[in-house]
């Protein structure tokens, strides 16, 4: 997948757009939101026949317009459950859409 893949050239790697709408990244929103965030086209709209990716990773502004990775709260990111984790995310998207996520993109492990 590639958001700028040209199928005309190389017919393998497709445009990721096309079949895969995601949330929004650099949350700092310890809530994740199941939001479409890309592409900008189905931003507001319900996405129909396409899957989905979450972007799952908690930032920390380290100054004005500089984020980095919470990796103080990778326990509860990367948790199956709780306020902040990766599974209540899911099952949030999964409430708000009708299906789990896809794909489920993590920032980092432990240790990061």
Known sequence: ?????????????????????????????NSFPCTVDRPPSLKGHTPTGQMSLVNHFLDTQLTAGILIPDVDALNVTNAVNGTGSLGLQAQNCAALWGAYPNFLLVDCIVPC
């Not at 958001?3 to 929103?29: G, M, R």
């Open 1 to 29: 997948m590639d958001s700028d893949a040209d199928t005309s050239k190389v017919n393998y790697i497709l445009p990721e757009f096309t079949y895969i709408w995601e949330t929004p990244f650099d949350q700092t929103d």
